[in-house]
């Protein structure tokens, strides 16, 4: 049971997580840093406590501040939504040593995905499909060296604690990998504190496509189908889709499997993505993120389930609303709105001066900010999610531009004019993606 649910984030994620509290009747605490004070989580949620200085170190990120404040407020259940602590094991065994239910996976099933060699080796040895690579860490170059040559170059070296791009280096030749293979080590030891690294074979240009999935605590995993994530610039991810243009129900159904075999190896529990590569036709596990994510509207929007709303059941250790795979109805697409320069992608703080948001027929909007809001340089530069939704990917589409060209910010910049020149590329409407799009939609030509 859960009657009092502290939120540990902020953002149009804390406002979600509100939503399907109040759905649930269940009564909301709101955290929030000196620079949030103003923010609608703060306003919308039952109760609200400050729990320290605008840089989320001190505060979202400060494990005691954030115990201190459920503690206070008597909240029996904490969601962390997605970044600051979502993924932080230690956190989530500290919550349930106070006697509080987390809102998320095991922490040992956070521990074993956050290890990245760990999580290929354990879905691997579950018939999960990976690249051909190395099982353990690598002990030295020429190990390296000599494994990139039985499987072929290009490879890519990755940081065995790293993840979401971080600590990656790739090598053509075996002259590059001695090189990489020091630079690698060098700097995750610097940016994690681990040296660990392990090798793949290098896709070029692949899909990112991954999997919802969902499960609770009596063992029961189920799969919400595919997103197509490809687009993205620095790992920072744009729109997001589902379903994917190149998945057929048959595809569909092998990459559902592997999913829930991955989420099962580790005992999974609460809402979980498995990211694969994706290249003609094949797909590879590539890690999987423990925790809700962003773009997790576009799978609500084509199954009908609310995947928040499944956390906090499973949670309180109810069975899931759903015994199987729900059918794909229709095609949604997520455009992230941030304020940022569409040119330059330089970070655009300050007062939100003018704001009129799109609604009608396959519109959702999540977001936080209102008109006279002042949007912090402190944190990531997400404003708004628009959500669209048609019959088929071209509906979907076409509601896309038309939400987009309703959707007035003014006092900061935005990358709405980014997406409208998106929605207008032949590639973008061919469903022609790659995690190469960015890279070749932004080249002058
Ligand atoms: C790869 C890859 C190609 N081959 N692994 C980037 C994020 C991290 N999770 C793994 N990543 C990649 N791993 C192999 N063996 C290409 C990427 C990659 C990427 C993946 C998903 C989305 C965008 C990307 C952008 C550049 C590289």
């Given amino acids: 049971m859960i009657s009092k649910v502290l939120i540990a984030n902020r953002g149009e994620i804390a406002l979600r997580i509100i939503a399907a509290c109040r759905e649930a009747g269940l009564a909301t605490v709101a955290v929030h840093s000196e620079a949030d004070r103003n923010s ?28 201190s404040a459920a503690e206070i407020t008597g909240a029996d259940a904490i969601h962390p939504g997605y970044g600051f602590l979502a993924e932080n094991a230690h956190f989530a065994e500290v919550v349930g040593e106070c006697g509080m239910t987390w809102i998320g996976p095991p922490p040992e099933a956070i521990r074993l995905m956050g290890d990245k060699a760990t999580a290929r080796r354990t879905v691997a040895a579950r018939g999960v499909p990976v690249l051909p690579g190395s ?16 499987i072929g170059f290009p490879v890519i070296l990755k940081a065995s604690a790293g993840g979401g791009g971080k600590g990656m280096r790739v090598a053509r030749d075996a002259r590059e990998l001695r090189h990489a293979f020091d630079t690698a080590r060098h700097e995750a030891e610097r940016a994690f504190g681990v040296a660990d690294v392990y090798l793949e074979k290098y896709l070029t240009a692949p899909r990112h496509i991954e999997v919802q999935v969902i499960a609770d605590t009596r063992g029961k995993v189920v799969a919400l189908g595919e997103r197509e994530c490809s687009i993205q610039r620095r790992h920072q991810k744009l729109i997001e889709e589902a379903p994917s243009p190149v998945v057929d ?10 999913a829930t075999a991955a989420a099962a190896a580790v005992g999974y529990a609460s809402a979980g993505t498995v990211e694969f590569l994706y290249e003609d036709g094949h797909f590879y596990f590539m890690e999987m993120n423990t925790r809700i994510q962003v773009e997790h509207p576009v799978t609500e929007a084509v199954t009908g389930v609310d995947l928040v709303l499944e956390q906090l059941r499973v949670a309180a250790g109810n069975p899931l609303s759903l015994r199987r795979r729900p059918r794909i ?52 530069s997400l404003l708004a999610k628009l959500i669209v939704h048609g019959r088929d990917r071209a509906e979907a589409i076409t509601r896309g531009r038309r939400a987009l060209s309703m959707f007035l910010v003014e006092g900061v910049k935005t990358s709405i004019p980014l997406h409208l020149r998106i929605v207008d590329d032949p ?9 190469q799009f960015m890279e070749r939609f932004l080249k002058p030509s």
Avoid at 135 to 150: G, I, M
């Fill in 427 to 435: 590639d973008f409407q061919a469903g022609r993606l790659s995690t």
């Fill in 135 to 150: 099982q353990e860490p690598l002990t030295s170059r020429e190990e390296a060296v000599k494994l990139a040559t039985e």
């Fill in 40 to 67: 609608l989580h703060v306003r919308l949620a039952d109760e609200a406590v400050c729990i320290g200085p605008p840089y989320a170190n001190a505060s979202y990120l400060n494990i005691t501040a954030v115990i």
């Fill in 249 to 258: 129900e048959t595809l569909r159904t092998a990459m559902c499997e592997a």
């Fill in 329 to 380: 109805q229709g095609h949604a697409i997520e455009f992230r709105v941030n304020a940022e320069d569409p040119e330059s992608f330089a970070p655009s703080p300050g007062e939100i001066t003018e704001l009129a948001l799109p609604g009608g027929p396959g519109v959702r909007v999540d977001t936080h900010i209102y008109r006279g809001y002042r949007v912090p340089p402190y944190y990531d």
